[in-house]
């Protein structure tokens, strides 16, 4: 079943602004990883933040997360026209074959 | 590293008939795991192997479906007697299991997916 749960589902931005996406979850986790996918293509592997971290960068992606709250968060920086994707978080649980659930996306759409 | 790669991109079928996929995963991973994702949706996950073993599969995955990694490299996966509500695109992904000494934390890396349409 879908386990995590995005907020916004979809947004619309300028270039250059930030973009802020929040993902929530239901159970223990090894790790919390964010996916951008492409229409019509797979999913590319962003960041992958273990559950004993609280943030983590990567390049102009900035991820948090609160194991207490059940809920990690995605900024992206500087937004450019390429930022324009689905993006999803998925959860690895704790005692689960490293299998993901992940989140209904979120869509965003980034105005040259 | 040659990325994940699945066949065919794109499959049209008519409902009933028996369709296969396949996925070759980056070649020194030992974990591969199939997922479906519907229009709007997340993928979900469907089953997942160790090398050969075929280690967990998804109530989703009815008795009309299978998978195989025969030689622990490639996969297939088979659905049988196809329905409309199959329609959905396919995604196959690997990742570097646990080794000893390893961090057990590891991404997953997707292919493109195969899109099945049932007429």
């Known amino acids: 079943s879908q386990q995590g749960e995005e907020d916004p589902q979809a947004l619309s931005i300028q270039e250059g602004e930030n973009a802020t996406m929040n993902c929530s979850y239901k159970t223990s986790i090894n790790n919390l990883q964010w996916y951008r996918q492409n229409s019509g293509r797979g999913l590319v592997h962003l960041i992958l933040?273990?559950?004993?971290?609280r943030e983590k960068h990567s390049g102009r992606l900035r991820v948090t997360l609160d194991t207490s709250k059940k809920s990690s968060s995605l900024l992206i920086t500087a937004s450019r026209a390429a930022d324009t994707a689905s993006y999803f978080c998925a959860t690895d649980p704790l005692y689960g074959n490293n299998r993901l659930a992940f989140g209904k996306g979120n869509q965003v759409v980034v105005i040259p | 590293d040659t990325g994940v790669s699945q066949n065919p991109r794109h499959k049209i079928t008519k409902r009933g008939q028996n369709v296969t996929f396949r996925c070759d995963p980056i070649?020194?991973?030992?974990?591969l795991y199939w997922y479906r994702q519907t229009l709007g949706q997340g993928p979900e996950f469907l089953t997942y192997?160790?090398?050969?073993?075929?280690?967990?599969k998804s109530r989703l995955l009815s008795d009309r479906f299978s998978a195989e990694r025969p030689k622990g490299s490639f996969s297939t996966l088979e659905i049988q007697r196809t329905e409309q509500g199959d329609s959905a695109m396919y995604l196959c992904?690997?990742?570097?299991?646990?080794?000893?000494?390893?961090?057990?934390?590891?991404?997953?890396?997707f292919g493109d997916g195969t899109r099945l349409s049932i007429l």
């Open positions: 992904a690997s990742s570097d299991g646990m080794v000893t000494g390893k961090d057990s934390n590891q991404p997953q890396h």
């Open positions: 070649s020194e991973h030992n974990r």
């Open positions: 192997f160790q090398n050969e073993a075929q280690l967990e």
């Open positions: 933040i273990r559950s004993n971290e």
